[in-house]
């Protein structure tokens, strides 16, 4: 089977491979014939998509995305991008209400590379709140084009959706690169939920927008422990002169990880930061002192 | 009097054996339904996807993981173990691996292999353990930490590599293991899939007395050439295969709290 496709990459010879597929069964193209398409991109693992697309392969594909167990209904989803047309959506919606979360959510995934997800929030209702909490949310959101993005805000400012949601629609928007979601994000950085909370301020923090000082500085006082540490170290991305003060505070912090985000961000905002942990680390011994000389120390042994 | 000796000790003796039985007999019937419910589970999970396929689904969201490996008087096959577990596919770990005050070569074999250089890495002694007399960090590898500390035992070192991870998720693993290459990508699934419900998975054990282990992976697997790893083999199936899926099937709707931490290694922990 892989010396055919190699054969064919190099020959382009579409009735040989057509006839050595003809004699292999269908589940064994599909499993070592799209591993070896995941190594090609562009014109050549389209030629090959063109030549498993003229056999029976797409029906067998779909019809395994209805009766198959769930890891080939999950594999089913992925490889039927290679199929486009209205049979494959068509059967990708239907499996937006299959039984299993994992198998709604790469038919999602899915449908968004074909380029016909419906709108999100009919997605959400189609996939559940099962699927909702699954870190392939991000890829999907982060897959979408970028004239999709103001759906992702929506959900992303949206109070009853799920919490996991909303943080990976900011997630997705941060990555971006659009600076103008930040005056939008900086409400979300209040945002009752920490997760949510936190998620916004890594936001800020990934844009280094200068316009978010504000919101990052009041953020280092939060309750949440998540929501001060990741303001702290949106503080250093961002480089806020201001925040040297709050931030020499949380080098006395009860959670570890705040502390440790606070010496970092000081470390990156530069001569000023520099100078409170230095002379944090020079203090009688406390909290704030070991934290500054542990920050200051860390790196290649003397 | 010998006669009240003898009742006595018939007495005693009967109450003995049916403890004996008592006990048996329910632990033959744990077992028995054990059997029964891991078989259940196990008729539930869908089929392990392929390594490549799960690299493709969850190289981009999956989230870091440090490897903690303790190591006591393991001269003999910690470079190689080491060099297998640099060898995982796994987009985002780090090893860290914890001298136990080891008695042996284990500390200088490990500097001699993987050009170690001290270095200092902050940490929060959130669990108590031994002293840590040095960290060393790899010059042949970004993703390798060693932690030189005072003896205090196996879980004395594994507090100590828990302490100076930096990753949200570790590993406990023994320094003579093998992980298949795909382990860590298999494991974390759960983490991937329902992030906010899930605090710890686990993997099948096996022994690989006899098998063919090259370049810190297995070749060939065989049984064990005498009785006692037979037996070995034996209840690592029934620990493994049978209890654990058992109890996480019976006790899926626990919880516990945010910062439990559990012993045993070879198992994912948030």
Redesign the interface.
């Known amino acids: 089977m892989t010396a055919s496709l190699i054969r064919f990459s190099e020959d382009g010879e579409r009735q040989a491979l057509a006839l050595v597929l003809e004699e292999i069964p269908p589940a064994i193209v599909i ?1 070592s014939g799209f ?1 070896f398409l ?1 190594l090609l991109r562009g014109d050549e693992r389209r030629r090959i998509e063109d030549v498993f697309g003229a056999t029976d392969l797409p029906d067998f594909v779909r019809k395994r995305l209805r009766k198959g ?4 209904r ?2 089913s989803a ?1 490889i039927l991008t290679a199929f486009p047309g209205t049979s494959s959506t068509n059967a990708l919606l239907e499996a937006l209400a299959d039984r ?3 198998v709604r959510i790469a038919a999602a995934i899915s449908l968004n590379a074909l380029g016909a997800l419906p709108p999100l929030q009919k997605v959400f209702g189609l996939i559940g709140s ?1 699927s909702l ?4 949310l ?2 999907l959101f982060e897959s979408l084009p970028t004239d999709r993005r103001s759906e992702l805000l929506v959900t992303a400012l949206k109070q009853d959706d799920s919490p ?1 949601a909303r943080a990976a629609a900011i997630e997705a928007l941060s990555r971006s690169g659009d600076y103008s979601f930040v005056r939008e994000l900086e409400d979300s950085a209040h945002d009752p939920s920490p997760e949510v909370a936190a998620s916004a301020l890594r936001a800020l923090g990934r844009s280094a927008h200068p316009a978010a000082a504000e919101t990052v500085l009041a953020s280092l006082e939060n309750p949440d422990w998540e929501v001060r540490r990741e303001a702290a170290e949106a503080a250093g991305r961002i480089g806020i002169p201001a925040a040297v003060e709050p931030l020499t505070s949380l080098l006395g912090d009860s959670e ?1 990880a705040v ?2 985000a606070a ?1 970092n961000a000081l470390k990156e905002i530069g001569a000023a930061g520099m100078e409170a942990l230095q002379r944090t680390a020079m203090e009688e011994a406390s909290r704030s002192q070991r ?1 500054a000389s ?2 200051l ?5 003397a | 009097m010998t006669g009240i000796w003898h009742d006595l000790l018939l007495g005693t003796a009967g109450v003995i054996a049916w403890v004996v039985i008592v006990f048996g007999l329910i632990q033959t019937i744990v077992y028995l339904l054990q059997l029964v419910i891991a078989a259940y589970a196990l008729s539930k999970r869908p089929p392990v996807a392929r390594s490549s396929l799960l690299w493709h689904r969850y190289s981009d969201i999956a989230p870091p993981i440090s490897l903690i490996v303790p190591a006591y008087n393991e001269q003999i096959n910690i470079v190689e173990s080491v060099h297998s577990m640099l060898a995982l596919e796994y987009p985002a770990y780090e090893v860290i691996v914890v001298n136990d005050g080891s008695k042996d070569e284990t500390l200088k074999r490990m500097i001699e292999a993987f050009e170690l250089v001290p270095v200092q890495r902050s940490y929060e002694e959130t669990l108590k353990h031994e002293p840590i007399r040095g960290i060393y960090a790899s010059s042949r590898s970004d993703r390798l930490f060693v932690v030189d500390k005072s003896n205090g035992g196996k879980a004395d070192a594994q507090n100590a590599g828990i302490n100076v991870c930096r990753a949200p998720i570790f590993c406990v693993i023994d320094g003579d293991s093998i992980l298949e290459p795909d382990a860590l990508l298999r494991a974390v699934q759960p983490f991937i899939e329902d992030p906010e419900r899930t605090i710890a998975v686990g993997g099948t054990i096996r022994i690989a007395n006899n098998s063919t282990i090259e370049s810190g992976r297995v070749k060939t697997i065989r049984l064990p050439n005498k009785l006692l790893p037979l037996f070995q083999v034996v209840e690592y199936l029934r620990a493994f295969l049978m209890a654990r899926l058992a109890w996480s099937q019976s006790t899926r709707s626990c919880s516990f709290p945010e910062r439990s931490v559990f012993s045993g290694g070879g198992r994912l922990w948030r």
Do not use: K, Q, V
């Not at chain 1, 909490?133 to 392939?136: A, E």
């Not at chain 1, 120390?297 to 042994?301: C, D, I, K, N, W």
């Open positions: 499993d591993e995941s167990n769930e890891a080939e999950i594999h992925e299993s979360p994992e099962r909490r699954s870190r392939r991000i890829d996991f570890w502390r440790y010496g934290t542990l920050i120390s860390e790196g290649l042994a």
